[in-house]
């Protein structure tokens, strides 16, 4: 009997293919996490020494105001896209899994292991009753 593969199974990717893909996906993930901290990092540079230029300029208080406030927000928003980003990276996570490769660390730094379909609330209720 000579059995044949159905174009589904053909379809799949090789293990070699999905490692290769799964290396480009975390290449480019820990390219993305070290962008949105450089960034960060900038940004809350710029904020942090507009007062003191101000100061050193001896100019008055409400000049520059508007362009630190607004310094400010993008570094908040900046935050923000770093909880997406770690976000990003739990849930490659589970895919890395879905697709058998759990056994293999691609980053060094990887947040704690997401638990599928369940969240505990324990500690989070027992701060709030305390």
Do not use: W, Y
Not at 2 to 30: F, H, Y
Not at 32 to 59: K, N, R
Not at 62 to 84: D, F, I, P, W, Y
Not at 86 to 111: E, M
Request: charged letters at 15%.
């Amino acid at each position: 009997m000579i059995m044949s593969i159905t174009p589904a199974v053909a379809a799949l990717p090789t293990a070699g293919a999905t490692r290769l893909a799964a290396n480009d996906v975390a290449e480019k993930l820990a390219a993305a996490e070290a962008a949105i901290d450089a960034a960060i990092a900038a940004v809350a540079s710029l904020t942090a020494v507009m007062p003191a230029a101000a100061q050193q300029a001896g100019v008055p208080l409400h000049v520059g105001h508007e362009a630190m406030m607004h310094s400010a927000e993008t570094c908040q928003t900046l935050v923000k896209a770093r909880t997406n980003i770690i976000r990003t990276h739990k849930a490659l996570r589970i895919a890395q899994s879905d697709v058998g490769l759990d056994h293999v660390a691609f980053l060094p730094l990887c947040p704690p292991e997401p638990q599928r379909g369940t969240f505990d609330t324990s500690a989070q209720l027992a701060a709030v009753a305390a």
